[in-house]
Protein backbone atom coordinates (compact mmCIF):
# COMPACT_ATOMS: atom_id res chain seq x y z
CA UNK A 1 0.00 0.00 0.00
CA UNK A 2 1.50 3.76 -0.64
CA UNK A 3 1.14 5.94 1.71
CA UNK A 4 2.16 9.34 2.81
CA UNK A 5 3.63 9.69 6.04
CA UNK A 6 2.85 13.08 8.01
CA UNK A 7 4.84 12.28 11.52
CA UNK A 8 8.23 10.39 11.77
CA UNK A 9 7.88 6.79 12.04
CA UNK A 10 11.36 5.31 12.80
CA UNK A 11 12.82 3.08 10.82
CA UNK A 12 10.32 3.87 7.71
CA UNK A 13 10.56 7.91 7.24
CA UNK A 14 9.56 11.60 8.18
CA UNK A 15 6.93 13.23 7.18
CA UNK A 16 5.97 13.61 3.40
CA UNK A 17 7.75 10.88 2.39
CA UNK A 18 5.60 8.42 0.24
CA UNK A 19 6.55 4.82 1.52
CA UNK A 20 5.11 1.68 0.39
CA UNK A 21 4.08 -0.70 3.26
CA UNK A 22 2.27 -3.95 3.67
CA UNK A 23 -1.25 -3.34 4.06
CA UNK A 24 -1.96 -4.44 7.34
CA UNK A 25 1.19 -2.19 8.80
CA UNK A 26 -0.77 0.14 6.87
CA UNK A 27 -4.37 -0.66 8.37
CA UNK A 28 -3.92 -2.04 11.77
CA UNK A 29 -0.63 0.86 12.35
CA UNK A 30 -0.02 3.61 11.08
CA UNK A 31 -3.68 4.45 9.71
CA UNK A 32 -5.60 4.36 12.99
CA UNK A 33 -1.97 6.44 14.43
CA UNK A 34 -2.47 9.35 12.12
CA UNK A 35 0.79 8.93 11.59
CA UNK A 36 -0.08 8.23 7.72
CA UNK A 37 -2.44 8.82 4.79
CA UNK A 38 -3.51 6.69 1.66
CA UNK A 39 -1.52 8.56 -1.33
CA UNK A 40 -3.58 10.48 -3.83
CA UNK A 41 -2.42 12.46 -7.06
CA UNK A 42 -3.40 15.22 -5.14
CA UNK A 43 -1.68 14.46 -2.24
CA UNK A 44 1.71 13.93 -4.01
CA UNK A 45 1.41 17.31 -5.49
CA UNK A 46 1.01 18.86 -1.84
CA UNK A 47 4.05 16.90 -0.74
CA UNK A 48 5.93 18.12 -3.20
CA UNK A 49 5.21 21.49 -2.12
CA UNK A 50 5.91 20.60 1.65
CA UNK A 51 9.10 19.13 0.67
CA UNK A 52 9.79 22.35 -1.32
CA UNK A 53 9.32 24.41 1.87
CA UNK A 54 11.20 22.31 4.18
CA UNK A 55 14.53 22.52 2.12
CA UNK A 56 14.28 26.08 2.73
CA UNK A 57 14.25 25.84 6.00
CA UNK A 58 16.84 22.95 6.07
CA UNK A 59 19.16 25.18 5.26
CA UNK A 60 19.20 27.32 7.80
CA UNK A 61 18.35 25.10 10.49
CA UNK A 62 21.55 22.96 9.99
CA UNK A 63 23.97 25.08 11.81
CA UNK A 64 21.13 26.09 14.83
CA UNK A 65 20.93 22.10 15.14
CA UNK A 66 24.80 21.40 15.32
CA UNK A 67 24.40 24.58 18.12
CA UNK A 68 22.26 22.22 20.04
CA UNK A 69 23.76 19.14 19.94
CA UNK A 70 26.63 20.35 21.14
CA UNK A 71 24.45 22.24 24.35
CA UNK A 72 22.49 18.66 24.68
CA UNK A 73 25.54 16.87 24.99
CA UNK A 74 28.13 18.65 26.75
CA UNK A 75 26.17 18.19 30.64
CA UNK A 76 23.64 15.37 31.32
CA UNK A 77 19.99 16.04 31.74
CA UNK A 78 18.77 15.26 35.63
CA UNK A 79 14.86 13.85 35.69
CA UNK A 80 13.93 13.47 39.30
CA UNK A 81 11.11 10.94 40.02
CA UNK A 82 9.94 8.36 42.75
CA UNK A 83 11.20 5.47 43.64
CA UNK A 84 11.37 2.22 45.54
CA UNK A 85 14.13 1.38 48.29
CA UNK A 86 15.34 -0.88 45.50
CA UNK A 87 15.80 2.19 42.80
CA UNK A 88 13.17 0.72 41.13
CA UNK A 89 10.86 3.92 39.26
CA UNK A 90 7.03 3.96 40.28
CA UNK A 91 6.60 4.04 36.21
CA UNK A 92 8.97 4.90 34.02
CA UNK A 93 10.86 8.13 32.63
CA UNK A 94 9.04 9.16 29.52
CA UNK A 95 10.21 11.56 26.34
CA UNK A 96 8.10 14.37 27.58
CA UNK A 97 10.29 14.20 31.12
CA UNK A 98 13.11 14.05 29.00
CA UNK A 99 11.82 17.45 27.19
CA UNK A 100 10.80 19.36 29.74
CA UNK A 101 14.35 18.54 31.90
CA UNK A 102 15.93 19.90 29.64
CA UNK A 103 14.05 22.46 28.75
CA UNK A 104 14.41 23.51 32.52
CA UNK A 105 18.41 23.08 32.15
CA UNK A 106 18.73 25.91 30.20
CA UNK A 107 18.77 23.79 26.97
CA UNK A 108 17.19 24.36 23.44
CA UNK A 109 13.59 23.50 23.14
CA UNK A 110 12.96 19.64 22.04
CA UNK A 111 9.43 18.15 20.98
CA UNK A 112 9.05 14.97 23.01
CA UNK A 113 8.29 13.17 19.53
CA UNK A 114 11.61 13.99 18.27
CA UNK A 115 13.29 11.63 21.30
CA UNK A 116 13.63 8.06 21.40
CA UNK A 117 14.55 6.26 24.23
CA UNK A 118 16.37 2.69 23.41
CA UNK A 119 15.03 0.99 26.35
CA UNK A 120 12.47 2.10 28.78
CA UNK A 121 14.09 4.08 32.14
CA UNK A 122 12.45 2.62 34.51
CA UNK A 123 15.62 2.77 37.22
CA UNK A 124 17.54 5.06 39.21
CA UNK A 125 20.64 6.29 37.27
CA UNK A 126 22.77 7.22 33.95
CA UNK A 127 20.57 6.20 30.79
CA UNK A 128 20.89 7.60 27.43
CA UNK A 129 18.32 8.65 25.06
CA UNK A 130 18.85 9.83 21.28
CA UNK A 131 17.20 13.32 19.81
CA UNK A 132 16.73 13.89 16.51
CA UNK A 133 17.70 18.07 15.56
CA UNK A 134 17.92 17.61 12.46
CA UNK A 135 17.23 15.14 9.22
CA UNK A 136 21.52 15.20 9.43
CA UNK A 137 21.97 15.93 12.75
CA UNK A 138 20.97 13.25 15.86
CA UNK A 139 22.49 14.06 19.76
CA UNK A 140 22.92 11.49 22.24
CA UNK A 141 21.73 12.72 25.39
CA UNK A 142 22.98 11.36 28.93
CA UNK A 143 19.91 11.45 31.45
CA UNK A 144 20.84 11.43 35.27
CA UNK A 145 17.81 10.03 37.13
CA UNK A 146 17.61 11.02 40.54
CA UNK A 147 14.78 10.01 43.17
CA UNK A 148 12.44 12.74 44.24
Excluded at 3 to 22: A, D, M, Y
Excluded at 24 to 44: E, F, H, M, S, V
Amino acid sequence: MKLILTQPVSGLGGPGEVVEVKDGYARNYLLPRKLATPWTKGGQKQVDAINAARQKRAMRTAEDAQAAKSALEGSPVTVTARAGATGRLFGAVTAADIAEAIAAAGGPQVDRRRIEVPTPIRTLGEHTAHVRLHDDVSATVTVQVVNA
